[in-house]
């Protein structure tokens, strides 16, 4: 089983810029959460996605947008990227909305020049 | 105030010594505890997960709930230099969706 796995591993972008980050949950969850991770800091709900559809979202802005597909693998879409967007992206998968998330991916590290 | 507060560290032990970790929080209504580990450059695991208040065991690590006082600790025994990670607090509500993280403290365990 090879876990939640997420794409890319690095990237960099430049201000004002759009990214999509992706993410396929461990065999068998149907529920996938995006968390934002500056450095030095816990982790942020962006939000989660269940049956295709956002279920909760955190306190980010309209420019964080997401997809969840029939396979349960998940996108996370941010437009005019600034600097402050930096940080490690976190993709989480759980079995059933509300249900604690047990796995994590290793992250996508966005930096913003 | 953020909902979660945590000591950042670093904390600095040598091994074979007790660790403890700790976190408030102010939302009365959380009732899901959880412990993560993260190491550098990686994705957070999930060490122990608590229902409410009490205490609960898994092998080296005991994570306690006081929820009258807000409060919840980690405790680590034997501490081993693969035990150096940061350790995030995390908590939720029933119903709730979303998890609520503490900053994450920094622990080196010294040979």
């Known amino acids: 089983d090879a876990g939640v796995t997420q794409s890319p591993t690095h990237l960099i972008k430049t201000r004002g810029q759009q990214v999509t980050l992706r993410c396929s949950p461990k065999?068998?969850?149907?529920?996938v959460s995006w968390y934002q991770q500056a450095l030095g800091q816990g982790p942020q709900f962006i939000f989660q996605y269940y049956e295709e559809e956002e279920r909760q979202r955190g306190n980010f802005p309209d420019r964080f947008s997401g997809h969840q597909f029939p396979n349960y693998s998940s996108e996370l879409n941010v437009n005019a990227l600034l600097l402050g967007d930096s940080a490690l992206y976190l993709c989480?998968?759980?079995?059933?909305?509300?249900?604690?998330?047990?796995?994590f991916g290793q992250g996508t590290r966005l930096t913003v020049v | 105030q953020k909902e979660v507060e945590q000591d950042p560290g670093p904390l600095s032990v040598p091994e074979g010594a007790i660790v403890s970790l700790n976190c408030t929080y102010s939302?009365?209504?959380?009732?899901?505890f959880m412990w993560y580990r993260q190491y550098s450059r990686k994705g957070p695991e999930l060490l122990m997960y608590t229902y409410s208040s009490g205490n609960k065991e898994d092998g080296r690590f005991t994570a306690q709930v006081d929820k009258s006082s807000k409060y919840i600790s980690l405790f680590i025994r034997d501490s081993q230099p693969s035990d150096s990670a940061t350790y995030l607090c995390a908590m939720r509500r029933t119903g709730g969706f979303k998890t609520i993280f503490g900053a994450g403290t920094r622990l080196f365990v010294k040979a």
């Open positions: 939302n009365s209504a959380f009732q899901y």
């Open positions: 989480a998968s759980s079995s059933g909305q509300g249900a604690t998330e047990a796995f």
């Open positions: 065999s068998g969850h149907d529920t």
